[in-house]
């Protein structure tokens, strides 16, 4: 997927978002027609126009093709790294009220740091034991900060 | 009756108790998802059996110092512990990867404290007349202030982001922050049913997500935050780039300004003093390329609204965000009421307290020079350790705002498509901006126009309007100017 | 094999076991629905404080679900485990607008309701600068001109307040919503709405110190807090509203629980240090028993949606 190609699929989905919008505000009450729903539409015409205006620019700029618009477009430089992390958050965020954040966290840290390239077992230990604690110290003891729980055990 | 209340707090309790609150609240600003709420309110209790000046200079020190801790992560890791870091983010982590944290680090600390000095004077002077002015402001007022921000949009453009692109992002801000319950009928707007959503989708967790998560995952292809290791023992030792107090008195200006009206936060004080900064910059080229100029005016801009949100809430019993809300549950516990008062029969009192805000901004000054180049070395640690936990605080952060799931996935959401838009060109600041100020224009806009029944003149009556609206023209211009004039010479 | 499942099987029967010690086996978590440092927060922490004495060595710890009126913090309760280490603040009249504008994931039926503790009045307050100076000059103004009157948001407290006055006077408001109190106040001390519906506890220091003027207490007595204000009833229209803020329990629980958790309340409802805490907070006490204070929400609840009828938002 080129660069220029990744900026019009964008422009096309904000532009059907701004079609969506202005239709749905027929949808609120009567009397915040001249209000709210006034605002609302006033902010869909506005993405619409500008949407089509970056549109025809860019249409228009067709001749001069840059380089850098027909590059593919490079969303990481390490994609392995990059999407595995991606990955790894997403699994963590979804484990957290089923494990508890603590051993959530204790298996998420150490993925993580192995994913990016660290191998040194002390690092894992030391920084996956010393941020835990801090947590617990800090934000559970003497800030009183509510963890999700695991719903695992009891 | 000013010396009584020197005397009363140069005692060691007292004095104790700001230092506590202020380093405290230092480490709880620096966190992301632990605010100076939750350490305020955690207080109260307390305050109920202490002497009422330890617990109030207590909640004063959290409320100073916490202003000043959200910068540090900003600077070094593009992860805001306020939301009202997000400008120094955009300015201090360049410096950060240059190599220039220390640099960075010092602006900020200094800065910080001018503007909240400078905010606890007008405080001390002003406050009964700065109230007053403060109430002028109604809702017409509040939404052509949300304009005047918004003008700001024109100016997030440089080479990277064309002007149309930045205002794009900036209305699919504003339209993020139409999700919710419409403010007027009370309607759900496109929640889905979830309830996380009924509020609108968080900020906090947002941010997080654009600006921390976004970042470390870009950070994954590199060694560490900063491009060039050796860089940095190089200029360590940078002094202060000449010119910075015109940039940091202009800040702490705005910010004290912004915060006296009630409700508007330090957020939108750093935006807005950080974009007259750069209209009013010689090298507006630097910004969003780390200029220091830039974290002047934003760090000094969110510190003055420590004084400033004091005002209507010592004088008027007003609070202009939630830390001053609490304060002020703190004064009626002890039947200070609001008001005249405060100022005359227990004013030993109040000034004592007002006095502490001096001394808390000093110690956060002092702590933060001297332990600057130290934070700065956060900068080197390897990805490989830096990510992970970064990372985990950026989830436990978006999750302990709001106790919400959701919001984590929102944050990481929000994180991935951030690494998107800014690949494809799309202002980053120009978002957060729509998203900051969408619900201040919005509820604006509709309450002016119930209050008028309709008629749309209501934005032009008052004085303050018409001011706000030249100050909106004139900012507005010269950018408009610029840009017609370099299209011209491309053209040409 | 089979000896590590056997293990697991123990494990797991175990824990239960474990759990039916004696009540209360671990901390209390108190859940808030409201932001920390609000009034809300405050009745909590300070429940906490005298709660203390009553049940020793046991824990109590406050956890704050604001968001969408409470409504986030109410179903958390009811969707908390009923082993009767959960328990939380609801307040009115959110907890039943809720539950008509047909949003909330429980109804009254998912809690034990234990009592009630505190409330906070309505009033009517005016600006300084307003010729206005009671109900009767308050009417007739609403009767020529439609007067602006900000509220809290819709479905709060203030707006059903509103609805019911304007049913009883016969007037019509043109009513403005806002994000809260602040909003409220900002609106009236800077004359920019004619009028505001708002708490006692939000509008009190603003009337002692002169900066508003308070027009009616809709509330059956006068408050010592105010003792110069007259109620509505008083000046002949029998408008009453008032803010409860009190105590349930996710339903289900065990009743001999039940019975400790229900005496609980009613021994900090008249511990001398929680009434000096609450004069000190000005919040005035309204103590309530579990029957009573579910007799009142229900009727609030068929109060409330005969407006929402009316008027769904």
Same mark, same amino acid.
């Given at each position: 997927?080129?660069?220029?190609?990744?900026?019009?699929?964008?422009?096309?989905?904000?532009?059907?978002?701004?079609?969506?919008?202005?239709?749905?505000?027929?949808?609120?009450?009567?009397?915040?027609?001249?209000?709210?729903?006034?605002?609302?539409?006033?902010?869909?015409?506005?993405?619409?126009?500008?949407?089509?205006?970056?549109?025809?620019?860019?249409?228009?700029?067709?001749?001069?093709?840059?380089?850098?618009?027909?590059?593919?477009?490079?969303?990481?430089?390490?994609?392995?790294?990059?999407?595995?992390?991606?990955?790894?958050?997403?699994?963590?965020?979804?484990?957290?009220?089923?494990?508890?954040?603590?051993?959530?966290?204790?298996?998420?840290?150490?993925?993580?740091?192995?994913?990016?390239?660290?191998?040194?077992?002390?690092?894992?230990?030391?920084?996956?034991?010393?941020?835990?604690?801090?947590?617990?110290?800090?934000?559970?003891?003497?800030?009183?900060?509510?963890?999700?729980?695991?719903?695992?055990?009891? | 009756?000013?010396?009584?209340?020197?005397?009363?707090?140069?005692?060691?309790?007292?004095?104790?108790?700001?230092?506590?609150?202020?380093?405290?609240?230092?480490?709880?600003?620096?966190?992301?998802?632990?605010?100076?709420?939750?350490?305020?309110?955690?207080? !109260?209790?307390?305050?109920?059996?202490?002497?009422?000046?330890?617990?109030?200079?207590?909640?004063?020190?959290?409320?100073?110092?916490?202003?000043?801790?959200?910068?540090?992560?900003?600077?070094?890791?593009?992860?805001?512990?306020?939301?009202?870091?997000?400008?120094?983010?955009?300015?201090?982590?360049?410096?950060?990867?240059?190599?220039?944290?220390?640099?960075?680090?010092?602006?900020?600390?200094?800065?910080?404290?001018?503007?909240?000095?400078?905010?606890?004077?007008?405080?001390?002077?002003?406050?009964?007349?700065?109230?007053?002015?403060?109430?002028?402001?109604?809702?017409?007022?509040?939404?052509?202030?949300?304009?005047?921000?918004?003008?700001?949009?024109?100016?997030?453009?440089?080479?990277?982001?064309?002007?149309?692109?930045?205002?794009?992002?900036?209305?699919?801000?504003?339209?993020?922050?139409?999700?919710?319950?419409?403010?007027?009928?009370?309607?759900?707007?496109?929640?889905?049913?979830?309830?996380?959503?009924?509020?609108?989708?968080?900020?906090?967790?947002?941010?997080?997500?654009?600006?921390?998560?976004?970042?470390?995952?870009?950070?994954?292809?590199?060694?560490?935050?900063?491009?060039?290791?050796?860089?940095?023992?190089?200029?360590?030792?940078?002094?202060?780039?000449?010119?910075?107090?015109?940039?940091?008195?202009?800040?702490?200006?705005?910010?004290?300004?912004?915060?006296?009206?009630?409700?508007?936060?330090?957020?939108?004080?750093?935006?807005?003093?950080?974009?007259?900064?750069?209209?009013?910059?010689?090298?507006?080229?630097?910004?969003?390329?780390?200029?220091?100029?830039?974290?002047?005016?934003?760090?000094?801009?969110?510190?003055?609204?420590?004084?400033?949100?004091?005002?209507?809430?010592?004088?008027?019993?007003?609070?202009?965000?939630?830390?001053?809300?609490?304060?002020?549950?703190?004064?009626?516990?002890?039947?200070?009421?609001?008001?005249?008062?405060?100022?005359?029969?227990?004013?030993?009192?109040?000034?004592?307290?007002?006095?502490?805000?001096?001394?808390?901004?000093?110690?956060?000054?002092?702590?933060?020079?001297?332990?600057?180049?130290?934070?700065?070395?956060?900068?080197?640690?390897?990805?490989?350790?830096?990510?992970?936990?970064?990372?985990?605080?950026?989830?436990?952060?978006?999750?302990?705002?709001?106790?919400?799931?959701?919001?984590?996935?929102?944050?990481?959401?929000?994180?991935?498509?951030?690494?998107?838009?800014?690949?494809?060109?799309?202002?980053?600041?120009?978002?957060?901006?729509?998203?900051?100020?969408?619900?201040?224009?919005?509820?604006?806009?509709?309450?002016?126009?119930?209050?008028?029944?309709?008629?749309?003149?209501?934005?032009?009556?008052?004085?303050?309007?018409?001011?706000?609206?030249?100050?909106?023209?004139?900012?507005?211009?010269?950018?408009?100017?610029?840009?017609?004039?370099?299209?011209?010479?491309?053209?040409? | 094999?089979?000896?590590?499942?056997?293990?697991?099987?123990?494990?797991?029967?175990?824990?239960?076991?474990?759990?039916?010690?004696?009540?209360?086996?671990?901390?209390?978590?108190?859940?808030?629905?409201?932001?920390?440092?609000?009034?809300?927060?405050?009745?909590?922490?300070?429940?906490?404080?005298?709660?203390?004495?009553?049940?020793?060595?046991?824990?109590?710890?406050?956890?704050?679900?604001?968001?969408?009126?409470?409504?986030?913090?109410?179903?958390?309760?009811?969707?908390?485990?009923?082993?009767?280490?959960?328990?939380?603040?609801?307040?009115?009249?959110?907890?039943?607008?809720?539950?008509?504008?047909?949003?909330?994931?429980?109804?009254?039926?998912?809690?034990?309701?234990?009592?009630?503790?505190?409330?906070?009045?309505?009033?009517?307050?005016?600006?300084?600068?307003?010729?206005?100076?009671?109900?009767?000059?308050?009417?007739?103004?609403?009767?020529?001109?439609?007067?602006?009157?900000?509220?809290?948001?819709?479905?709060?407290?203030?707006? !059903?307040?509103?609805?019911?006055?304007?049913?009883?006077?016969?007037?019509?408001?043109?009513?403005?919503?806002?994000?809260?109190?602040?909003?409220?106040?900002?609106?009236?001390?800077?004359?920019?709405?004619?009028?505001?519906?708002?708490?006692?506890?939000?509008?009190?220091?603003?009337?002692?110190?002169?900066?508003?003027?308070?027009?009616?207490?809709?509330?059956?007595?006068?408050?010592?807090?105010?003792?110069?204000?007259?109620?509505?009833?008083?000046?002949?229209?029998?408008?009453?509203?008032?803010?409860?803020?009190?105590?349930?329990?996710?339903?289900?629980?065990?009743?001999?629980?039940?019975?400790?958790?229900?005496?609980?309340?009613?021994?900090?409802?008249?511990?001398?240090?929680?009434?000096?805490?609450?004069?000190?907070?000005?919040?005035?006490?309204?103590?309530?028993?579990?029957?009573?204070?579910?007799?009142?929400?229900?009727?609030?609840?068929?109060?409330?949606?005969?407006?929402?009828?009316?008027?769904?938002?």
């Amino acid at each position: 997927m080129t660069k220029r190609f990744a900026e019009l699929l964008l422009l096309g989905g904000f532009l059907v978002l701004a079609v969506l919008l202005y239709n749905s505000t027929a949808a609120y009450p009567k009397f915040v027609q001249g209000s709210t729903a006034a605002y609302v539409r006033f902010l869909a015409i506005c993405l619409g126009v500008l949407c089509l205006a970056e549109l025809f620019i860019t249409s228009k700029n067709k001749k001069k093709e840059q380089d850098s618009q027909t590059a593919a477009l490079n969303m990481a430089e390490a994609p392995r790294r990059f999407w595995g992390l991606c990955i790894l958050l997403f699994i963590y965020a979804a484990s957290f009220e089923f494990l508890g954040f603590y051993l959530a966290s204790a298996i998420f840290l150490p993925t993580a740091m192995l994913l990016l390239g660290a191998r040194k077992p002390l690092h894992f230990g030391v920084t996956t034991i010393g941020i835990l604690l801090f947590v617990y110290l800090v934000f559970e003891k003497l800030l009183g900060v509510f963890l999700p729980t695991s719903s695992l055990f009891g | 009756m000013i010396l009584e209340s020197l005397s009363s707090l140069m005692a060691p309790m007292p004095l104790l108790a700001v230092l506590l609150g202020t380093v405290s609240g230092v480490v709880i600003g620096g966190m992301p998802g632990l605010t100076a709420t939750m350490a305020v309110a955690l207080l !109260i209790p307390v305050t109920f059996t202490l002497d009422p000046l330890i617990g109030l200079v207590l909640m004063g020190g959290v409320y100073c110092g916490a202003m000043y801790g959200g910068s540090i992560p900003a600077i070094l890791l593009r992860t805001p512990g306020t939301p009202a870091a997000v400008a120094t983010a955009l300015e201090g982590y360049p410096m950060t990867q240059q190599g220039r944290a220390g640099l960075a680090l010092k602006v900020s600390v200094i800065a910080s404290c001018v503007g909240g000095v400078f905010s606890t004077i007008i405080l001390l002077i002003l406050a009964p007349i700065l109230a007053q002015f403060a109430l002028t402001f109604g809702p017409p007022e509040y939404f052509l202030l949300a304009i005047l921000g918004l003008a700001g949009l024109v100016s997030m453009t440089d080479e990277k982001t064309g002007l149309i692109k930045s205002l794009i992002s900036g209305i699919i801000g504003l339209i993020i922050a139409v999700v919710g319950t419409d403010p007027i009928s009370g309607m759900l707007r496109y929640t889905a049913g979830l309830t996380d959503l009924y509020d609108g989708v968080a900020f906090m967790p947002v941010l997080i997500g654009m600006f921390s998560i976004s970042q470390m995952l870009t950070l994954t292809g590199k060694k560490s935050v900063v491009d060039n290791a050796e860089l940095v023992t190089e200029i360590k030792r940078e002094p202060l780039p000449k010119g910075i107090f015109k940039f940091i008195s202009m800040g702490s200006f705005t910010g004290t300004l912004v915060g006296i009206l009630p409700g508007e936060g330090a957020t939108i004080a750093a935006f807005l003093s950080y974009n007259i900064a750069r209209r009013r910059s010689k090298k507006p080229e630097l910004f969003g390329n780390g200029n220091p100029e830039g974290i002047a005016a934003a760090e000094a801009g969110n510190n003055g609204c420590v004084g400033g949100s004091l005002v209507p809430t010592l004088t008027l019993g007003i609070p202009g965000n939630s830390v001053a809300a609490a304060l002020l549950g703190g004064l009626l516990v002890h039947g200070l009421i609001p008001g005249p008062e405060l100022f005359t029969t227990y004013g030993p009192m109040t000034y004592a307290f007002i006095f502490s805000l001096f001394i808390a901004n000093i110690i956060f000054l002092i702590l933060g020079l001297y332990m600057a180049p130290y934070f700065a070395r956060i900068s080197l640690t390897p990805t490989e350790l830096l990510i992970p936990v970064v990372c985990l605080f950026s989830v436990l952060g978006s999750y302990s705002m709001n106790n919400s799931v959701l919001d984590v996935f929102l944050c990481l959401l929000f994180g991935v498509g951030a690494v998107l838009l800014h690949k494809t060109g799309f202002s980053l600041g120009a978002l957060i901006l729509g998203l900051i100020l969408g619900p201040i224009a919005e509820t604006g806009f509709a309450q002016a126009l119930i209050m008028s029944r309709g008629s749309a003149a209501i934005f032009f009556e008052s004085p303050q309007a018409l001011a706000l609206w030249l100050i909106t023209f004139l900012l507005l211009v010269p950018p408009l100017l610029n840009i017609i004039k370099k299209h011209r010479m491309k053209s040409a | 094999m089979k000896k590590l499942l056997a293990l697991l099987m123990a494990l797991v029967f175990a824990f239960p076991m474990y759990a039916m010690a004696e009540y209360p086996s671990k901390p209390i978590t108190i859940v808030v629905p409201s932001k920390a440092g609000g009034s809300t927060d405050t009745t909590a922490r300070i429940f906490i404080n005298a709660a203390k004495k009553y049940w020793n060595g046991a824990n109590f710890v406050v956890q704050n679900i604001p968001g969408s009126g409470g409504q986030k913090g109410f179903e958390a309760i009811a969707r908390a485990k009923n082993d009767g280490h959960t328990i939380g603040l609801i307040f009115t009249t959110q907890i039943v607008s809720h539950v008509v504008s047909k949003r909330a994931r429980y109804t009254l039926d998912s809690f034990h309701v234990m009592g009630n503790c505190v409330d906070d009045p309505l009033l009517i307050a005016v600006p300084k600068e307003s010729p206005i100076t009671d109900l009767a000059g308050f009417i007739k103004a609403a009767k020529e001109n439609p007067l602006t009157v900000a509220v809290n948001g819709i479905g709060s407290d203030d707006f !059903i307040a509103a609805k019911k006055f304007e049913k009883k006077a016969g007037v019509e408001f043109n009513l403005l919503p806002t994000k809260g109190s602040t909003e409220q106040k900002a609106l009236i001390l800077g004359n920019h709405a004619d009028a505001s519906i708002m708490n006692l506890s939000q509008m009190q220091a603003q009337h002692k110190a002169g900066t508003a003027r308070v027009i009616a207490l809709l509330n059956k007595e006068r408050s010592q807090v105010l003792p110069d204000v007259k109620t509505a009833a008083e000046q002949g229209y029998d408008v009453n509203m008032t803010a409860t803020r009190g105590f349930v329990a996710p339903a289900g629980i065990d009743k001999d629980i039940l019975a400790k958790l229900d005496d609980l309340l009613v021994k900090v409802n008249n511990d001398p240090d929680f009434i000096a805490d609450c004069k000190k907070n000005v919040y005035s006490r309204l103590p309530m028993s579990g029957a009573d204070y579910r007799t009142y929400l229900e009727g609030l609840q068929v109060e409330t949606q005969s407006f929402y009828d009316k008027n769904p938002w």
